[in-house]
């Protein structure tokens, strides 16, 4: 499987709930990041959490790390139409030795209805 | 939007053409990325640039020829490619060559090859 592994792969919930994607990974890493992408667009990013933290926050999102599970999940509290995107985690995963690398997963479709 | 520019935005070329696609970056960063995104399918990392020296360079068939006159701009030339290329061409910068900072994203370029 992929390093990055998004779940799930699709995601349909209605305005003002609350969505939660998860992120599993298989080697250790230094950091993981979460992007957006819209429809046809390049990503954006939205946060990156430490290998050290266990939460971080940053308005209606909530990311948590857990390294002993190798996993991340991503909350978006009170969704808006607006959030409809495809989200994407991304690691540097360390590899056999030293990488550069972001190594992104196959992503999220969310879709938030009106 | 995100100081990442792409043109052309959409591209449709016969398997015997040449064209080239083109990214500019206005954030002053050092690093700079082309990705291959297609369905279904992760990111799929093709080439990076740091300070104008190629640093990567991940088995990309010949087909695809990568060029970073300055540290603002990066090409990709295209000829003889297969309908399998068809996919949205990312092109991405970060201040330096490390996966703890952030890729900043161009819209990208959606190629179609018949």
């Known amino acids: 499987s992929q390093q990055g592994e998004e779940d799930p792969q699709a995601l349909s919930i209605q305005e003002g709930e609350n969505a939660t994607m998860n992120c599993s990974y298989k080697?250790?890493?230094?950091?993981l990041q979460w992007y957006r992408q819209n429809s046809g667009r390049g990503l954006v990013h939205l946060i990156l959490?430490?290998?050290?933290?266990r939460e971080k926050h940053s308005g209606r999102l909530r990311v948590t790390l857990d390294t002993s599970k190798k996993s991340s999940s991503l909350l978006i509290t009170a969704s808006r139409a607006a959030d409809t995107a495809s989200y994407f985690c991304?690691?540097?995963?360390?590899?056999?030795?030293?990488?550069?690398?972001?190594?992104f997963g196959t992503g999220t479709l969310l879709a938030v209805q009106p | 939007e995100t100081g990442v520019t792409q043109t052309p935005r959409h591209l449709v070329m016969g398997m015997t053409n040449k064209k080239s696609l083109k990214c500019e970056q206005h954030?002053?960063?050092?690093?700079m990325y082309w990705y291959k995104q297609s369905a279904k399918k992760p990111l799929e990392l093709m080439f990076v640039?740091?300070?104008?020296?190629?640093?990567e360079n991940n088995s990309v068939p010949s087909r695809f020829s990568p060029e970073c006159p300055n540290s603002s701009h990066l090409f990709l030339h295209l000829h003889t490619l297969q309908p399998e290329d068809s996919a949205l061409y990312l092109c991405?910068?970060?201040?330096?060559?490390?996966?703890?900072?952030?890729?900043?994203f161009g819209p990208g370029t959606r190629l179609t090859v018949t």
């Open positions: 991405a910068s970060s201040q330096v060559y490390f996966p703890r900072y952030e890729q900043y």
């Open positions: 080697t250790s890493i230094n950091n």
């Open positions: 959490i430490r290998s050290n933290e």
């Open positions: 991304a690691t540097d995963a360390v590899d056999g030795g030293a990488t550069n690398k972001l190594i």
């Open positions: 954030l002053g960063h050092n690093a």
């Open positions: 640039y740091s300070l104008e020296e190629r640093v």
